[in-house]
């Protein structure tokens, strides 16, 4: 949310071993093979970038990313690879031209463009970082602002300022335009706890200038003392003393990763890079022994969307209700992992590029790690001392593999992992950390506060705004084969009347398979369901459905009011769960265009296009949409 001090790709960090040197380059050399749901290449990208820039001389690149294969067409190639004839490589373009926001997709194979459509609806693609960079240095030659800064103080080349959407709040949107939040420097690098409030500006950022100005009201500046984050700053009370703590695997990993594929114990799956969600998992399957058989579980799972709306509705903040993924990129956002602190030794790194605003490919170093954990805990044990002269103990370590990204979005980092496990598990969390952003205030202590000030007072002239985080996952599960069903099971008390038993009463476990759309939209936490994803044309052995547990880990409902403007456009934070049919264009939770958008065209509205089918059948294919939540910065 806003535009960071300095981009950390331009520091690149190297790793610090050649096995780790070995494995990136061994990623790299690879992927000349493609897979249908490979990432764009470097080659690729700069074939795009040509591409377009003979259709428009002066364009802007927001999103250059696969244009993804119909599922049907994957599956068919998957399914005898040697024979079946590759689906086309495309890449799918959004670009500024002309003040137009243009979909385009370009075929690579022909290197031809298929279509380049216009587009016409509510919102504007994803900011890029130039022109929030450029966007940032417009106020330190604007007079006015010289003035306020003068007024206050404050030395002006000692000031920061950062970029944040606006959000929609009723009004046409005409203008691509940001808001900026200024900041003083002066005795810290943290300059989030050290905003200099009262202060609005609105740039165009087509036309890049300040467009709107307001100084409504002089706010101290909070105190530079004690901001400093950085280890070297941090009191002894800090210290643990820690020893290392090495892990060493002397025999080498026990996954392999051929081009993009990593196989691991039980498992094997895809992974690509997006430039707006990050981490793509597709085609996770696990290894049936007595099938001798791959037997698929995940078809493609992604970071869809995330919601950020801020509790404060003063001038300077009501408007930060962001959508991080549609509007800042949450892919492109992604910082290179620093070895042996973002990820233990025993990691291996890949790198991953995006298109930058000229069309030329960026890299980012490091971008994931992946490793086997191992933290001394238990994944099945038993020890049994009740047969005569004899004890059976048997214990199983929980070693899992993890692949890990972290996205810094201003102030906050985003620690995302897929954990596979051996148990047929696959973990997906969320951690977040970084810095408060936080609101100057004039007082001092919480005693003086006498009315709603949106958050807590945190130190001296320093408020920490509410908020929440939600997060969309999208998940198109394919459990053991496409045709799957949504299946809540509800744990019903039932009381005991009969006498048949002592017992007062049990509970009992009762299936409702969804019908329909409506039946699919679900609010955990509110009774004992758990959700099943099923497929009802595949038994166990003894007659058993075929399935999967959706199990979140926290669960929260939203607050906000379903006509408030931010809600309209996060409508997808309403429900945790919803459910589609399968429609490889719905990827995007808040919206293709997502900066400014009315919200009408988002999951939500997705649902209500589909509320008039009769029934969801198992034979189409499912996308889960589940949306974990957090409050705050606590995951």
């Known amino acids: 949310?806003?535009?960071?001090?300095?981009?950390?790709?331009?520091?690149?960090?190297?790793?610090?071993?050649?096995?780790?040197?070995?494995?990136?380059?061994?990623?790299?050399?690879?992927?000349?093979?493609?897979?249908?749901?490979?990432?764009?290449?470097?080659?690729?990208?700069?074939?795009?970038q040509t591409i377009v820039k003979s259709l428009y001389q002066n364009v802007t690149f927001h999103y250059v990313g696969l244009d993804e294969p119909d599922k049907a067409a994957v599956l068919s190639w998957l399914s005898s690879p040697q024979t079946n004839q590759i689906p086309d490589r495309?890449?799918?373009?959004?670009?500024?031209?002309?003040?137009?926001?243009?979909?385009?997709?370009?075929?690579?194979?022909?290197?031809?463009?298929?279509?380049?459509?216009?587009?016409?609806?509510?919102?504007?693609?994803?900011?890029?970082?130039?022109?929030?960079?450029?966007?940032?240095?417009?106020?330190?030659?604007y007079a006015p602002f010289l003035a306020s800064i003068e007024k206050r103080g404050l030395v002006s080349d000692q000031v920061f300022c950062g970029?944040?959407?606006?959000?929609?709040?009723?009004?046409?949107?005409?203008?691509?335009?940001?808001?900026?939040m200024c900041y003083y420097i002066n005795g810290t690098i943290n300059f989030y706890m050290r905003p200099i409030e009262g202060i609005t500006f609105t740039v165009d950022l087509d036309e890049m200038k300040i467009i709107g100005y307001r100084d409504r009201v002089v706010v101290p500046v909070p105190k530079a003392d004690g901001t400093d984050y950085r280890e070297a700053a941090q009191k002894s009370t800090f210290d643990n003393h820690l020893k290392s703590i090495t892990i060493l695997q002397p025999d080498g990993p026990s996954f392999t990763?051929?081009?993009?594929?990593?196989?691991?114990?039980?498992?094997?799956?895809?992974?690509?890079?997006?430039?707006?969600?990050?981490?793509?998992?597709?085609?996770?399957?696990?290894?049936?022994?007595?099938?001798?058989?791959?037997?698929?579980?995940?078809?493609?799972?992604?970071?869809?969307?995330?919601?950020v709306p801020y509790m404060d509705l003063t001038e300077e903040w009501y408007y930060r209700t962001f959508l991080d993924a549609g509007e800042y990129g949450f892919g492109q956002s992604a910082v290179p992992l620093q070895p042996l602190r973002d990820c233990p030794e025993n990691a291996m790194f890949l790198d991953g590029y995006f298109t930058a605003q000229d069309g030329t490919p960026a890299k980012i170093s490091n971008v994931f790690c992946l490793f086997e954990r191992y933290a001394g805990d238990i994944m099945w044990r038993h020890t049994e001392a009740a047969l005569p002269g004899d004890v059976v103990t048997e214990v199983r370590p929980d070693v899992s593999l993890v692949l890990r990204m972290v996205s810094t979005v201003a102030n906050y980092d985003y620690v995302i992992d897929w954990e596979f496990k051996q148990t047929g598990t696959i973990?997906?969390?969320?951690?977040?950390?970084?810095?408060?952003?936080?609101?100057?205030?004039?007082?001092?202590?919480?005693?003086?506060?006498?009315?709603?000030?949106?958050?807590?007072?945190?130190?001296?002239?320093?408020?920490?705004?509410?908020?929440?985080?939600?997060?969309?996952?999208?998940?198109?599960?394919?459990?053991?084969?496409?045709?799957?069903?949504?299946?809540?099971?509800?744990?019903?008390?039932?009381?005991?009347?009969?006498?048949?038993?002592?017992?007062?009463?049990?509970?009992?476990?009762?299936?409702?398979?969804?019908k329909r759309e409506s039946d699919a939209k679900i609010h955990l936490g509110s009774g004992a369901t758990e959700i099943l994803v099923t497929n009802p044309n595949k038994r166990t052995k003894v007659g058993n459905d075929i399935g999967y547990r959706l199990i979140p880990r926290t669960v929260a409902s939203r607050l906000l009011a379903n006509d408030d403007y931010p809600q309209k456009r996060g409508a997808f934070s309403k429900y945790n769960v919803w459910v589609t049919p399968y429609n490889r264009s719905e990827k995007w939770a808040g919206g293709l265009f997502v900066d400014q958008s009315h919200g009408d065209d988002n999951l939500?509205?997705?649902?209500?296009?589909?509320?008039?089918?009769?029934?969801?059948?198992?034979?189409?294919g499912k996308i889960i949409n589940l949306v974990p939540y957090v409050r705050g910065s606590k995951c």
């Not at 509510?122 to 450029?134: I, K, R, V, W």
């Not at 009004?171 to 691509?176: E, F, L, Q, T």
């Not at 649902?607 to 089918?613: A, C, F, I």
Request: proline share 4%; glycine share 6%; net charge negative.
């Open 604 to 620: 939500a509205t997705w649902s209500l296009r589909y509320s008039h089918y009769c029934s969801l059948s198992p034979r189409e």
């Open 163 to 180: 970029s944040f959407t606006v959000g929609w709040y009723g009004n046409d949107a005409s203008k691509r335009v940001v808001s900026l």
């Open 1 to 48: 949310m806003g535009t960071k001090a300095m981009d950390p790709r331009k520091s690149n960090s190297t790793p610090t071993t050649p096995f780790f040197l070995l494995f990136s380059l061994f990623f790299l050399a690879a992927s000349h093979d493609h897979h249908p749901l490979d990432a764009l290449t470097p080659f690729e990208q700069t074939q795009v």
């Open 257 to 307: 990763v051929e081009g993009h594929t990593v196989r691991w114990a039980n498992w094997e799956f895809h992974v690509a890079f997006d430039m707006r969600s990050g981490p793509i998992i597709s085609l996770a399957s696990i290894y049936d022994h007595n099938e001798d058989e791959y037997r698929r579980v995940l078809y493609r799972g992604f970071i869809s969307e995330l919601f």
């Open 90 to 141: 495309q890449a799918f373009v959004i670009a500024r031209a002309d003040s137009q926001s243009h979909e385009i997709v370009v075929n690579l194979a022909t290197k031809e463009v298929v279509t380049d459509k216009v587009y016409d609806g509510s919102g504007y693609p994803t900011l890029t970082f130039d022109e929030q960079t450029a966007a940032s240095q417009l106020p330190l030659t």
């Open 427 to 514: 973990k997906v969390t969320a951690g977040l950390t970084g810095l408060l952003a936080v609101r100057g205030s004039i007082y001092t202590h919480k005693d003086q506060i006498m009315q709603e000030e949106y958050g807590t007072l945190l130190a001296e002239n320093v408020l920490g705004p509410r908020h929440d985080h939600f997060i969309s996952f999208h998940l198109d599960l394919d459990i053991d084969g496409e045709a799957n069903s949504l299946v809540k099971a509800k744990l019903q008390r039932v009381r005991m009347t009969d006498g048949r038993s002592p017992r007062k009463s049990y509970w009992r476990v009762v299936n409702e398979t969804a």
